[in-house]
């Protein structure tokens, strides 16, 4: 699987050492997926790192990142107590914006919307650690942006590049919910993973989908999203959201560098 063409991967052999480490990536990217939305920090990296060129490794991930919902809702049964009719209504819409980011991925160069994800990602780290504050003045009386555009427009990102896509959703559910971390994150996950189902079915039709790479990556995010409910029940919230904003922060100057 070193460096095989755009077109060409399907299911491309996997030696023991990528299987190793893409297993042990996906691990790493459920945990970090469900305890701070940033799955994508290590998978992507992970499937560069395993020999796969940019566009073929962005549409692995987004399939492999559908074993993330699942994992999350054998760990957080807790948290998503009395929460279906919410997932059910977000999840229409993030999964309505994940199809239309997956269109448009296959359609047009993404160069322009790669500088701007960088921004997106401080604002997403930014409404996590100011959270207290603009929930004040997102629930006070009067006219306030309804929550199913930025539900919408996120996954409209998640499904056309998705790095730190579960940032800005936490970020945006935080903002609109007086609730623990740790619901808002158990919905997160599994509102992100419609959008994430609908653009994976798109690439698994249409794209190149290194086959073999997602199966190994989705086997570890399983596990990994797993466990992580468990790890964000038993964190402080504060210092949870400052570590997540702070990681959100370190990869939207990784972004900004790889696009300048």
Same mark, same amino acid.
């Given at each position: 699987m070193s460096g095989p063409a755009e077109g060409s991967? !399907? @299911?491309a052999v996997v030696d023991h050492q990528?299987?190793?480490l893409l297993l042990l990536g996906g691990v790493g990217c459920g945990l970090t997926g469900s305890i701070a939305g940033l799955a994508s920090l290590v998978s992507y990296p992970v499937l560069l790192a395993a020999g796969l060129p940019p566009v073929a490794?962005?549409?692995?991930?987004t399939v492999a990142l559908v074993a993330a919902p699942a994992g999350m809702v054998a760990g957080a049964?807790?948290?998503l107590r009395g929460q279906r009719r919410r997932i059910l209504r977000a999840s229409g819409v993030c999964t309505a914006g994940g199809i239309t980011g997956g269109v448009l991925l296959m359609s047009t160069p993404s160069t322009a919307f790669e500088v701007i994800v960088p921004f997106l990602i401080v604002l997403g780290a930014l409404a996590l650690l100011f959270r207290e504050g603009l929930r004040d003045w997102y629930t006070r009386p009067? @006219?306030?942006?309804?929550? !199913?555009i930025a539900i919408f427009l996120i996954g409209v990102y998640g499904g056309y590049f998705g790095a730190a896509a579960g940032v800005l959703l936490l970020a945006a559910m935080g903002v609109a919910a007086v609730e623990p971390l740790a619901v808002t994150n158990a919905v997160k996950t599994v509102v992100l993973g419609a959008a994430n189902l609908a653009a994976?079915? /798109?690439?698994? /039709?249409?794209?190149?989908v290194a086959w073999s790479a997602a199966a190994l990556l989705?086997?570890?995010c399983l596990v990994g999203s797993w466990i992580g409910p468990a790890v964000v029940r038993r964190t402080p919230e504060r210092p949870l959201r400052v570590i997540i904003a702070v990681a959100a922060v370190g990869l939207a100057v990784y972004l900004w560098w790889k696009a300048a």
């Open positions: 991967v !399907g @299911w990528q299987a190793a490794a962005s549409m692995t991930n049964r807790r948290e009067g @006219w306030r942006p309804p929550l !199913g994976a079915l /798109l690439y698994a /039709l249409t794209g190149p989705a086997a570890g």
